[in-house]
């Protein structure tokens, strides 16, 4: 992957570098604000984040039922967790059309983040209105142009990090991957010494948001109305080194795939998005090298996944939703996921915010077996800005998840609550109208 590390410095060259090289003041000709650090005389940096501890406790409940196999209920509780969540966004503003954004994750917790390679989730430059007009262009590490990834707050959504549990923003399944027993997707109902049960238990595979890899793209706006965006990407050499036997061997488990993205707002208080995503691996195609499906499954080497969402706005209400569809995804013949999300959020006053999330996956592989998982999650959130930066936040969510396998029947439920303080200091300039998210 040496182009995708040449990316990597190129961004950061022209960060740090090139801002004393090249004139500039801020977009639109705004004058700095408070907050605006100067690296030289004609490049300036926005520093935003926010550094937040989560005191959490969960709850989950499993039961198993099998022709002749009776499986007694086990409960599982975890309480008392404290986890210092810390995100770094950077930009840096070389010139009035070039810009550059890093994300840096410090997140007390090296479980969620389980590699130190992956400190920094983004460093993406950014040419927008390139000779005066709608077009731009991007290149560097960052998230695939797909999908919108709404989420309330501690608990994300289904569509965030797509083949993840947790992320370094909060959890996004309330019932672990430990929480569940290593039969694998094979159709074997565990214990049998079938090869089909040789399958190590990971998270759902699922489309969602692909981060945290390189990729070069355009984009082209008008009218205020309509953006497209279109990238080729290619994700980190971990990102599937860690399901492939002797991952070690393989330089990079992913091949180039293809992500694009319509944004149109029709009104100004409603944006409406749809996307896809062409995802491409040789070396997961070879199921025999794979240790997360059966052996006995039928490998593809291109997986395909489409989104449609949209966002509304008025007055204190904003509700939004998104459906994806995942098709040959895992890179699995016939493996097949259906996402939904239905959400809500009311500003009560200026300083408190209610919201309440409902969303549902389902997953289906037909070869060996067919095997069918259902999750579904309800989230209720209150939101309490003491100061502009100062919040306070408290959440209760539960998750009930099926799984028919081999004659089984698994049923599990999860209960999740949670609270997070948290100091959010200055952002970055005001998103773009395209890019939704919960204030």
Same mark, same amino acid.
């Given at each position: 992957?040496?182009?995708?590390?040449?990316?990597?410095?190129?961004?950061?060259?022209?960060?740090?570098?090139?801002?004393?090289?090249?004139?500039?003041?801020?977009?639109?000709?705004?004058?700095?604000?408070?907050?605006?650090?100067?690296?030289?005389?004609?490049?300036?940096?926005?520093?935003?984040?926010?550094?937040?501890?989560?005191?959490?406790?969960?709850?989950?409940?499993?039961?198993?039922?099998?022709?002749?196999?009776?499986?007694?209920?086990?409960?599982?509780?975890?309480?008392?967790?404290?986890?210092?969540?810390?995100?770094?966004?950077?930009?840096?503003?070389?010139?009035?059309?070039?810009?550059?954004?890093?994300?840096?994750?410090?997140?007390?917790?090296?479980?969620?983040?389980?590699?130190?390679?992956?400190?920094?989730?983004?460093?993406?430059?950014?040419?927008?209105?390139?000779?005066?007009?709608?077009?731009?262009?991007?290149?560097?590490?960052?998230?695939?142009?797909?999908?919108?990834?709404?989420?309330?707050?501690?608990?994300?959504?289904?569509?965030?990090?797509?083949?993840?549990?947790?992320?370094?923003?909060?959890?996004?399944?309330?019932?672990?991957?430990?929480?569940?027993?290593?039969?694998?997707?094979?159709?074997?109902?565990?214990?049998?010494?079938?090869?089909?049960?040789?399958?190590?238990?990971?998270?759902?595979?699922?489309?969602?948001?692909?981060?945290?890899?390189?990729?070069?793209?355009?984009?082209?706006?008008?009218?205020?109305?309509?953006?497209?965006?279109?990238?080729?990407?290619?994700?980190?050499?971990?990102?599937?080194?860690?399901?492939?036997?002797?991952?070690?061997?393989?330089?990079?488990?992913?091949?180039?795939?293809?992500?694009?993205?319509?944004?149109?707002?029709?009104?100004?208080?409603?944006?409406?998005?749809?996307?896809?995503?062409?995802?491409?691996?040789?070396?997961?195609?070879?199921?025999?090298?794979? %240790? #997360?499906?059966?052996? *006995?499954? &039928?490998?593809?080497?291109?997986?395909? @996944? /489409?989104? $449609? +969402?949209?966002?509304?706005?008025?007055?204190?209400?904003?509700?939004?939703?998104?459906?994806?569809?995942?098709?040959?995804?895992?890179?699995?013949?016939?493996?097949? %996921? #259906?996402?939904?999300? *239905?959400? &809500?959020?009311?500003?009560?006053?200026? @300083? /408190?915010? $209610? +919201?309440?999330?409902?969303?549902?996956?389902?997953?289906?592989?037909?070869?060996?077996?067919?095997?069918?998982?259902?999750?579904?999650?309800?989230?209720?959130?209150?939101?309490?800005?003491?100061?502009?930066?100062?919040?306070?936040?408290?959440?209760?969510?539960?998750?009930?998840?099926?799984?028919?396998?081999?004659?089984?029947?698994?049923?599990?439920?999860?209960?999740?609550?949670?609270?997070?303080?948290?100091?959010?200091?200055?952002?970055?300039?005001?998103?773009?109208?395209?890019?939704?998210?919960?204030?």
């Amino acid at each position: 992957m040496a182009w995708g590390n040449i990316l990597l410095v190129w961004g950061l060259c022209l960060a740090f570098i090139g801002g004393g090289l090249v004139a500039g003041d801020l977009p639109n000709g705004a004058a700095a604000p408070v907050g605006v650090v100067s690296l030289r005389r004609n490049a300036i940096v926005s520093i935003g984040g926010e550094v937040a501890n989560d005191y959490t406790y969960r709850t989950t409940k499993t039961t198993r039922t099998a022709p002749d196999a009776p499986y007694r209920p086990t409960d599982h509780d975890t309480g008392g967790l404290a986890v210092r969540r810390a995100n770094l966004r950077l930009r840096a503003d070389v010139h009035p059309n070039v810009h550059a954004l890093f994300k840096i994750d410090f997140s007390g917790n090296d479980a969620i983040r389980n590699d130190r390679e992956r400190l920094i989730e983004e460093a993406l430059v950014v040419m927008s209105a390139v000779g005066g007009t709608g077009l731009g262009f991007f290149a560097g590490k960052g998230r695939a142009p797909y999908g919108q990834d709404i989420t309330l707050g501690l608990i994300q959504s289904y569509h965030h990090m797509a083949n993840q549990d947790d992320s370094s923003e909060g959890p996004i399944f309330l019932r672990q991957p430990w929480d569940r027993p290593a039969t694998g997707l094979g159709g074997g109902t565990g214990g049998t010494g079938d090869a089909a049960d040789a399958v190590t238990p990971l998270p759902a595979m699922r489309p969602g948001q692909f981060d945290r890899v390189f990729m070069v793209g355009g984009s082209y706006e008008w009218d205020d109305c309509w953006r497209v965006e279109l990238a080729a990407f290619q994700p980190t050499e971990w990102e599937y080194k860690d399901r492939l036997r002797d991952g070690a061997s393989h330089d990079n488990g992913a091949s180039v795939g293809v992500a694009g993205r319509i944004w149109w707002r029709p009104f100004e208080c409603l944006t409406l998005e749809v996307s896809g995503m062409v995802a491409r691996s040789s070396a997961m195609a070879r199921v025999a090298d794979r %240790t #997360d499906v059966s052996p *006995l499954a &039928a490998g593809r080497s291109t997986a395909y @996944a /489409l989104s $449609v +969402g949209f966002d509304w706005h008025r007055g204190p209400w904003q509700i939004f939703g998104e459906y994806q569809r995942g098709q040959d995804w895992n890179f699995t013949k016939d493996y097949q %996921t #259906d996402t939904w999300q *239905l959400g &809500a959020a009311y500003h009560a006053t200026d @300083a /408190l915010r $209610v +919201g309440l999330m409902a969303e549902g996956l389902r997953i289906e592989q037909s070869i060996p077996d067919r095997v069918t998982e259902r999750f579904f999650k309800l989230v209720f959130t209150v939101k309490y800005d003491f100061t502009d930066s100062l919040f306070i936040l408290a959440e209760y969510g539960r998750e009930w998840q099926r799984r028919t396998f081999g004659g089984a029947d698994e049923r599990g439920r999860g209960d999740f609550f949670g609270i997070r303080v948290g100091f959010m200091f200055w952002q970055t300039k005001t998103p773009s109208p395209f890019r939704t998210r919960i204030p």
